[in-house]
Structures are given as structure tokens and as C-alpha cells.
């Protein structure tokens, strides 16, 4: 979810969404052939937090998300991992109203396979995915981002892996005790705890994979260390291009690669654009009063508040930030391909946690413009085909095999 600061959408935008693609750059090698032919997989969008507090219907076509199932179809994804994000200033730490936030939003994302099974699957395997996609349904998946329901105990983990949880962002912006993050003062010397360590341990015997977005340096060091599993960062960036915490130096890009992971690249203009986050803070000072009206004025928990707030600040980041291009997307993308190979790069959106889009990049809607611009650099197909899916196909296959007992 949010980056802290990050998340809304926004009415404008959306309808943007629906507009035309990139045109194709060859014959035969069309982006949305190319996207209802390959296996697309988003590793990462908060529209869940819309279902839970907004009443957002992602079957229908909406105008207040990034996504939903019609846009899925037009963009041609395939499967999106849904963000199980515990907000800790609003649900704590840890404690029985974390635990409660992120069953209440697994029950959303179980609710819409059951409910509506003509349209969406939920998917634990790589297996599920595929076949999913063979039917022309959506795969629907878990992920959960922030180890707060975790609640310091290790039997929770094996518990949301029985939920359907496939992957956890070990902290968000909050350093956990077990976890240092990227986001907070205390993640400058925290990494793993002995505990952090055993939960990284059980993430690997029960098969789910470990993500390093939104860590601090010292836990991702950490993880590489003592994960026996390919390890991936689910929405970050480079810092080589943007240089936030939140993004990955090269060296460990080469330590992700190493252990056969995958960096999925964030839509964020913070992470994507040298100095956006500069101008992003300026603006945000501009329209504090407009925001904390926004707040105030919505009723309701504070998540209510949180999405009237985010609503406000997406729309003046539309008038106020410059505009942050699909290219540059694809720099970072680039810059993990010549570090690495094209066998270590996918997407992670981050939609609906994110309060401003690349243009051109407005929905899920919109995914081909991303894969026009890989084949306007000279990507192949079959480079794009990983891009897309087949190289977390590839990280879910070794890591559903576990440590090879119990499961
Ligand atoms: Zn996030």
C-alpha cells in the first residue's frame, strides 16, 4: 500500500484510462495481442482498502480506482496480487486489530472468487494462474504487505500462508521490532531480529515468498542472507535513477538476481523521477489546509479519512507535479536488464496505493503503453512475455516447492 503519503485515484485520471494505446510499432507485434497472449501478472495494488472502506465494486467499471475487473480485461492482466495493507497508525503494530484489518481484507479478495466465479479465481499457485488464464478468468491473489498481523508470532505465518497469503512485505514504512524499514529512524541500524530470521525461515519451508520492498538496507541484507528461497522486492525502483530509500542500489539488484529473484518496477513518480518527491513535498505543504479539510469533513474510521484525504491530494498532484512519463518506466526496467538480465524484472504497479500515475499509465487499462515502449527499445517478445509474468512464474514455481516438509 501507500507509501506513506502515497494513494488515491482520482475521477479524471480514470476516465483518462480509457483512452487509446500506443500504436503498434510493427506488424505482429501489437502490444494488446501481445498482453492477451502472455501471462501479465501486477505484483502489487491496493484496491482492496477501495472495496472495504469506498464500496468500491471492482466488477464493474469504476472511476475512483486504478483497477478493476473491465480494465484488468482491457489491458490484458492476467493476475493481480492484492495488497493485505495494515495501516499501523490506524490497526497498530501488531495486536488484535491488525490481525482483524487483514482478515477482513483476505475475506474481500476470497469474497470476489466466490461471488462472482465467472470472472475471477483466487490463485495460490503458479499452476492456478496459468490455468486461470487458459479460462480467460482473472487470478486474484494474496500478499501481504507489512508484517504487523503477523503479531510476533511465528505460527501467524503459516496461518495467512493457510489463508491463501503468497507473499509478505516483511514492513512497510514502520519499522517492526523483528524488521527494519526503509521509511522510519529506526530502520537506519535495524535489520532482522533473530526473529525476523525465524520468519524468513518459515516463509521458505511453508512457500511463501519473501518480499524486500519497503525495507530498510540493513534487513534486505538481512534477508539475502539467510533466505534459501529467491527473494523479490514487489514494487521499487532503482536508486541508481531515483536515489530514495525506497528503491534498490545496483549491488543489491546483483544480490536479488543472485538468488534468482525479481525486481517488480513501481509506477510512483516519487521512486521513478530524480527530485519528484522534492516537488511532491513542496505541494504537499500548499495543500495541507485543503487536505486536513478533506479529512475533517469525511465521517466515519480513520481509513474514511485517510481515502477523502488522498482523493484531495491526487488531484492537485495532477495540476501541480509534472508529469512523469511511461519512458521513464522503462529506464528503470532498462537499467535492471543491462545490471542483470531480462530474467529479473516485472511490474508491481502499486496502483491504487499511489496518489499520482505515469502518463499514460492511468489504469491497469493501460499496461500496453508499458509494453509499446519495451518493443519501440527493441525488446522481444519472449523478453516481454517475461517482463510481464513469466519471470515471477518462474520465482512462484521455486518457491512453492517449499523446503520440501510438511507442505
Ligand atoms: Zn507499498
Not at 529467491?230 to 536479488?256: K, Y
Request: net charge negative; with cysteine; glycine share 8%.
Amino acid at each position: 500500500m501507500p507509501e506513506k503519503t502515497e494513494k488515491a485515484n482520482s475521477p479524471e485520471l480514470s476516465n483518462a484510462s480509457t483512452g487509446a494505446h500506443a500504436e503498434a510499432p510493427a506488424a505482429g507485434r501489437d502490444p494488446l495481442t501481445i498482453h492477451h497472449r502472455a501471462i501479465a501478472i501486477d505484483m502489487h495494488a491496493d484496491t482492496v482498502q477501495f472495496m472495504l472502506d469506498d464500496g468500491a465494486d471492482i466488477n464493474q467499471r469504476l472511476t475512483t480506482t486504478h483497477l478493476d475487473a473491465v480494465r484488468m480485461k482491457e489491458g490484458g492482466l492476467d493476475a493481480q496480487f492484492f495488497s493485505i495493507w495494515v495501516e499501523p497508525e490506524l490497526y497498530g503494530h501488531g495486536g488484535a486489530s491488525a490481525v482483524r484489518r487483514a482478515d477482513e481484507q483476505i475475506a474481500a479478495v476470497r469474497a470476489l472468487a466466490e461471488r462472482h466465479p465467472e470472472t475471477w479465481t483466487l490463485a495460490t499457485t503458479s499452476a492456478d494462474i496459468r490455468h486461470a488464464a487458459s479460462e480467460g478468468k482473472l487470478a486474484a491473489l494474496l500478499g501481504l504487505e507489512g508484517g504487523y498481523p503477523v503479531d510476533e508470532k511465528i505460527e501467524s505465518v503459516e496461518r495467512y500462508y493457510r489463508m491463501g497469503v503468497r507473499y509478505m512485505t516483511l514492513a512497510w514504512s514502520h519499522s517492526l521490532s523483528w524488521a527494519g524499514s526503509s521509511g522510519d529512524e529506526a530502520g537506519r541500524t535495524r535489520g532482522l531480529s533473530d526473529f525476523g530470521r525465524r520468519v524468513v525461515r518459515e516463509m521458505n519451508r511453508l512457500g511463501m515468498m519473501v518480499d524486500v520492498s519497503h525495507v530498510s538496507d540493513k534487513t534486505f541484507w538481512d534477508v539475502v542472507e539467510t533466505s534459501t528461497k529467491p527473494v523479490i522486492a514487489t514494487h521499487s525502483n532503482c536508486r541508481a535513477i531515483a536515489d530514495v530509500p525506497r528503491n534498490l542500489t545496483d549491488d543489491m539488484i546483483r544480490a536479488l538476481a543472485a538468488k534468482g529473484g525479481v525486481v517488480c518496477v513501481v509506477f510512483y513518480p516519487a521512486f521513478l523521477e530524480p527530485g519528484w518527491q522534492e516537488k511532491k513535498n513542496r505541494v504537499d505543504a500548499e495543500i495541507a489546509p485543503l487536505v486536513d479539510a478533506a479529512g475533517r469533513k469525511a465521517t466515519g474510521r480513520g481509513s474514511f479519512r485517510r481515502i477523502a484525504r488522498d482523493r484531495v491530494r491526487e488531484r492537485e498532484f495532477a495540476h501541480r507535479l509534472p508529469p512523469v512519463s511511461v519512458a521513464r518506466v522503462v529506464d528503470h526496467i532498462d537499467h535492471i536488464v543491462k545490471l542483470v538480465g531480462v530474467e529479473h524484472v516485472g511490474i508491481g504497479s502499486d496502483f491504487d496505493g499511489i496518489q499520482a500515475v505515469p502518463a499514460g499509465l492511468a489504469s491497469v487499462a493501460d499496461l500496453p503503453n508499458l509494453t509499446a515502449e519495451l518493443l519501440r527499445r527493441g525488446y522481444t517478445e519472449e523478453d516481454v512475455d517475461k517482463i510481464l509474468g513469466g519471470n515471477i512464474l518462474r520465482v512462484m514455481e521455486e518457491v512453492e516447492r517449499g523446503d520440501g516438509r510438511n507442505f
